[in-house]
C-alpha cells in the first residue's frame, strides 16, 4: 500500500522527528573526526529543505557505526551537524546527547523553518533493542514522524519503528521522506507491474542469499539472467566440475528447484556459457585483517567444466554478449548481485559488459533500469555509469529484503495514504 510522504504534510510550527542515515564514514585528521564521503548527507537535502520551506521545525536524529550502547567521540554526529550547516547555508543546532535537558532545550528553542540534530541515537544500548521507554523519551521530540533512511528501515529500532509507532499512537502523521519515498517508488511499486520485457540479472556469491529473491521475482520476471559465483552451484546441481570454486552443495536442490519453477512459469531462465576461470596462488602473505593474500595466475575462458584447479570469477565474454542482447531488448531490468568478482580489475569485464548494456537500454530504450545491493551499485559506479542507469537503491541489506518481499518494519510504521 502507498505510504504518506513528506509532499503530504502541513507541517508549519510542527517538530518533524526525522530519521535520516548519517552514517557517513569519518577519518581522524589531526585530532579532529573529518567526514571522507558526504553523500548520504547530501541525498538528505530534497527532504530537508521541502520541510524547511513547508515551516517545520525539524529534528534529526541518526545513527552513526557501533559504538555499542555508550558514548564513544569518535562516532559523535557533530561533524555531521558542520557539514549539513555548510551544505543547508543555514545554522544546525546540535544536542550533545539524544534525549535528556539539553536536547529538550534544543529543540524547544527550535523556530519554524529551523533545524537540529541529535547525537548518535546508538549512544544508548536501547535504541537497537527498540525500548518502549527510551522510544517514548525520542518521541517527546516528534509532533510528526518522518523516516528517509530506507537503509536502515529493515530494523526495528527505536528511532526507525518505535518512535513511529508512538507517534501514530496518538494520531500523528508518520511520512516517508523523498529518498525513502523513490526506493518505495522503484524497488516495490514499479516492479508490481513492470513494463515488459522484464529482465532480472541476479549474481553476487551466494545462491543462498538470494533464495528468496530469486524465489520471488521468478513470479514477475520474463527473463532471468545468472552470473557471479551463485552460477556455479548450478553447474554442480547439473553435475558439472566446478574446481575449486565457491559453491554450495547444499543449496543444489534449490538451484534444481528455481529451474523447475521457471520452466513452470515460461520464465526464460539463463545461465552462462562460460567462465572466467584462474589457478589461486597463497602468496604467504596477509592482509590487514589477516586473511591470507593469494595471486591469480593463468587467468582464461572455459566452456563446461571446470577444471579441478581453477576457480571461477566472472561469467565469460560469450555469457556477457548473450546477456547483453537480450538486456537491451528489455523495458524493465532489476539488477542485484555483482557477475564476478569485480573489486579486481581482471574479472570485473563481464560486471563492466553488463553494466554498459543496461546503460545502452536505459538511453536506447526507454528502459527503467533499477540497481538493488550494497556491492551491484558499487559495480556499477566503478564502471563509471551511476548516473546512466534509472534508480541505484541506498538500500544495502534492506533493499535485498524489500525486494525478497518482506515487509521492512520502518516502512511498515508509516501511516498508509
Ligand atoms: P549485493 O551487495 O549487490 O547484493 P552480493 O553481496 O550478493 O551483492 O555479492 C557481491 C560479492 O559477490 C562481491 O564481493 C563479489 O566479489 C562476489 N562475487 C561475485 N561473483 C563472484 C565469483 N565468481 N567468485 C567470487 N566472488 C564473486
Ligand atoms: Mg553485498
Known sequence: MAKLTVRDLDVRGKRVFARVDYNVPLEERDGKMVITDATRIVETLPTLKLLIEKGARIVLASHLGRPKGKPDP????????????????????????????????????????????????R?????????????????????????????????????????????????????????????????????????????????????????????????????????????????????????????????????LDAEAKARKLGVNFQLPVDVVVATAVDTGKRNKKGKPIFDFTNIRTVNGNIPDDAEGFSIGEETAARYAEIIGSAKTILWNGPLGMFEDARFAGGTNRIAKAVAAATRNNGAKSIIGGGDSVKAVNQAGLGDQVTFMSTGGGASLEFLEGAVLPGVAALTDK
Open 123 to 255: 549512544y544508548y544500548k536501547e535504541e537497537e533493542a527498540n525500548d518502549p521507554r527510551f522510544a517514548a523519551k525520542l518521541a517527546r521530540f516528534a509532533d510528526v514522524y518522518v523516516n528517509d533512511a530506507f537503509g536502515s528501515a529493515h530494523r526495528a529500532h527505536a528511532s526507525t519503528e518505535g518512535v513511529a509507532r508512538i507517534v501514530a499512537g496518538r494520531g500523528g502523521q508518520c511520512a516517508a521522506g523523498l529518498l525513502m519515498e523513490r526506493e518505495l517508488k522503484f524497488l516495490g511499486e514499479e516492479l508490481e507491474k513492470p513494463a515488459r520485457p522484464f529482465v532480472v540479472i541476479l549474481g553476487g556469491a551466494k545462491v543462498s542469499d538470494k533464495i528468496k529473491v530469486i524465489d520471488r521475482l521468478l513470479e514477475k520476471a520474463d527473463t532471468i539472467l545468472i552470473g557471479g559465483a551463485m552460477a556455479y552451484t548450478f553447474k554442480l546441481a547439473h553435475g558439472e566440475k566446478t574446481g575449486k570454486s565457491l559453491v554450495e552443495p547444499g543449496h543444489a536442490r534449490t538451484a
Open 74 to 121: 569518535a562516532m559523535s554526529l557533530r561533524p555531521a551537524g558542520m557539514k549539513l550547516h555548510e551544505l543547508l547555508g543555514k545554522p544546525v543546532e546540535f544536542a550533545n546527547d539524544c534525549i535528556g535537558d539539553h536536547a529538550e532545550k534544543v529543540v524547544a528553542s527550535l523556530k519554524d523553518g529551523d533545524v537540529a540534530l541529535l547525537e548518535n541515537v
